[in-house]
C-alpha cells in the first residue's frame, strides 16, 4: 500500500487537499469520502479505516476536505450547496481519470459524507457506479437538525451551527499550503458567514430544502446503494423510507447504534463495517460475484428482553 497526497484542480482554479491510499495492485477502483472536518487533525483518526479498506478491500481511497476547509481552497459555501456537489462532481471525474483508477469510483460516507453520497448519486456522474449512506437522511427539512416535520430544533441547530461556524474559519496547514497559508486563512475569515443565518430565513419546506433532499424523487438514484443506520440515531425512520422507496440494488444494515461508528458506539453490540464495505464495494467497483446479491436485502438487529429472576423475598 502506498500513501500520498494530492491536490485536485477545480475548473475555477481552487485546489482541493486530497489523502490518497492506494493498493499494490493497481489500476484499482476509486472510493471517496468527502468531508468538511479537517483531515489532518480533528478526524485524523479516520485514516486506519482507510488504510484498512484499501489493503483488505483493494480499492484505492481517496479523502478529501471539501472546499473552504481543512487545507483545500476556497471559502466553505453553506452545507450541500450546488457548489458543493458541482465541486465533487469534478472531484469524481479527476478519480476516475487518474492512471492508478480502472475508471470507476463509489462514495461512502457517515453523516455529512452519506448525505453529499446520496446527493452525489442523484446527480449521475459516469464515474460513479456504487455508493453506501451510514446515518443519512432523505430530507433536509423533516429529517435532518433544522426543521424536523416542521418544528424548529434550537438545541441541534446551535450546537452543530455553531461547531461548523468555528470549523470553517480556521486556518489551513500551514505546513501543506505553504506562504500563502495567511491570506487563504483570511479569506475564510471575512468570506464565511454562518448558515444559521440562512437557514433561520428558510423556516417553511421550499426549493431551498429540497435542493439537496432525495424525497420525494426516489428514482433519481439508479447505482447500487447500501443504506446504514443505528436504532439510536436520529436518522433511522427516514431509512426505511428511503429503501422502500428506492428501485436500484440496495441493501439495509440497522443496528442498536447511535451516531457514532458502529465498530464503537453505544449501545453495543458492535459490528465492525469495514468487511461490510469491502464485500458491497468489491461487488460493484470490480464485478466480484462475492454473493451479496444473494444476502437478505434487510438485516436488522432486534434486541430481545428476559423475564427477570423471581424476588428471593417472593419465593
Not at 483518526?45 to 472546499?67: F, P, Q, T
Not at 454562518?194 to 424525497?215: A, K, M, T, V
Not at 465498530?263 to 461487488?283: I, K, N, Q, Y
Amino acid at each position: 500500500m502506498e500513501h500520498r497526497r494530492a491536490w485536485i484542480p477545480l475548473a475555477d482554479g481552487t485546489r482541493l487537499a486530497a489523502r490518497l491510499w492506494l493498493p499494490a495492485t493497481l489500476p484499482a477502483p476509486a472510493l471517496l469520502e468527502a468531508l468538511p472536518y479537517r483531515m489532518d487533525d480533528l478526524t485524523a483518526s479516520y485514516s486506519s479505516e482507510y488504510e484498512r479498506l484499501c489493503r483488505e478491500g483493494g480499492l484505492a481511497v481517496a479523502r478529501v476536505d471539501l472546499r473552504g476547509t481543512g487545507s483545500s481552497g476556497g471559502v466553505a459555501a453553506d452545507e450541500y450547496a450546488p457548489l458543493e456537489q458541482a465541486d465533487l462532481a469534478e472531484v469524481i471525474e479527476w478519480l476516475s481519470s487518474q492512471r492508478w483508477c480502472t475508471g470507476r469510483v463509489g462514495m461512502y460516507g457517515t453523516s455529512y459524507s452519506g448525505f453529499n453520497s446520496i446527493q452525489m448519486a442523484v446527480e449521475r456522474p459516469a464515474a460513479l457506479h456504487a455508493i453506501c449512506a451510514i446515518y443519512a437522511t432523505d430530507d433536509r427539512y423533516t429529517d435532518d437538525v433544522h426543521y424536523t416535520g416542521g418544528a424548529l430544533r434550537a438545541l441541534d441547530l446551535l450546537d452543530y451551527v455553531l461547531y461548523m461556524a468555528a470549523l470553517v474559519v480556521l486556518p489551513p496547514v500551514p505546513s501543506l499550503v505553504g506562504e500563502t497559508w495567511r491570506k487563504e486563512w483570511l479569506q475564510r475569515i471575512e468570506g464565511s458567514e454562518p448558515s444559521l443565518l440562512r437557514w433561520l430565513e428558510e423556516q417553511r419546506d421550499g426549493q431551498y430544502w429540497r435542493h439537496g433532499s432525495l424525497r420525494p424523487a426516489y428514482d433519481r438514484i439508479s447505482c447500487p446503494t447500501m443504506l446504514v443506520a443505528g436504532w439510536a440515531d436520529g436518522y433511522r425512520n427516514n431509512t426505511f423510507r428511503t429503501f422502500e422507496a428506492l428501485r436500484c440494488p440496495k441493501q439495509l444494515l440497522l443496528g442498536p447504534w447511535s451516531h457514532m461508528s458502529p465498530a464503537a458506539s453505544l449501545p453495543g453490540p458492535h459490528l465492525d463495517l469495514v468487511p461490510e464495505l469491502v464485500r458491497w464495494f468489491r461487488r460493484w467497483l470490480c464485478d466480484e460475484d462475492n454473493g451479496v446479491e444473494s444476502d437478505p436485502p434487510i438485516r436488522v438487529f432486534v434486541r430481545r428482553s428476559t423475564r427477570p429472576e423471581p424476588d428471593l423475598a417472593e419465593v
